[in-house]
């Protein structure tokens, strides 16, 4: 996952599909690394499979617990950054662990400049939204 994770920072994202789909294979594809394949198919440019990914996690959250985090992950990947900012806010409200190292991801570093993404760290009491600043201070 790990690998994935630092193939995505590199932009090597054909590299990144297959180190999780590895991943996801060893691991019996729980919701939180589906979250992070769909970022990667995104990136890839396999949009379908990406939405594939998505829309199987929407189904399972009516049944399960589902990470919002995961589903964040697959809209960054999708380039959908209102549902991307939906799926965080309410990953902070489900108290989803995954958003705790939220400063410390790399790829992310894309988002840093939009406005939402101060007030997600405020959200997590990590700064007020004036000292978190336009790009997300922090980092």
Do not use: K
């Amino acid at each position: 996952m790990m690998l994935g994770a630092w193939q995505l920072v590199a932009e090597q994202p054909e590299a990144a599909v297959a180190s999780l789909e590895h991943a996801c294979a060893l691991g019996g594809r729980p919701a939180w690394l589906l979250g992070w394949l769909g970022l990667a198919y995104g990136a890839a440019g396999r949009h379908e499979a990406a939405r594939v990914l998505l829309e199987d996690l929407q189904a399972q959250s009516a049944v399960r617990y589902v990470p919002p985090f995961a589903l964040a992950m697959i809209s960054l990947g999708l380039n959908d950054l209102d549902a991307m900012f939906e799926s965080m806010n309410r990953a902070i409200d489900a108290h989803d662990p995954f958003v705790i190292p939220l400063p410390g991801y790399p790829v992310l570093d894309r988002i840093r400049t939009d406005p939402r993404y101060s007030l997600l760290l405020a959200r997590l009491n990590l700064c007020s939204p004036e000292s978190c600043g336009p790009a997300g201070g922090l980092r």
